[in-house]
């Protein structure tokens, strides 16, 4: 009859690749979840902003039927920009 010995000094086969792995896995959740707190909290840089001197006037007219058909309509409005120089787009 064999005694199988559970505190022998050997190695169990295959646990410390797997302890490694699973600290490497924790390893690598923790620095994506830091990474994705850095990129939340950092400020945007929104460069789209014009600057209070570039900053357009723009009118919209409202809606008109410019056309008429047996089932449809054509509707148009007219929008204008006045730049910062006076020039109207």
């Known amino acids: 009859m064999q005694h199988n ?10 646990f410390s690749s797997t302890c490694s792995q699973f600290r490497l896995g924790h ?5 994506a979840l830091l990474l994705t707190a ?6 945007a840089q929104d460069s789209t902003q014009p600057t209070p001197l570039a900053q357009a ?6 809606y008109a ?6 089932h449809n309509r054509v509707w ?6 006045t ?4 020039e109207v787009r």
């Open 57 to 62: 006037e723009v009118e919209t007219a409202p």
């Open 83 to 86: 730049g910062p120089q006076g």
């Open 5 to 14: 010995d559970i505190s022998s000094d050997r190695p169990t086969p295959g």
């Open 27 to 31: 390893l690598i959740v923790a620095s």
């Open 38 to 43: 850095l990129v939340i909290r950092a400020p």
């Open 76 to 81: 148009q409005r007219t929008t204008t920009e």
């Open 65 to 70: 039927v410019i056309a008429k058909g047996a």
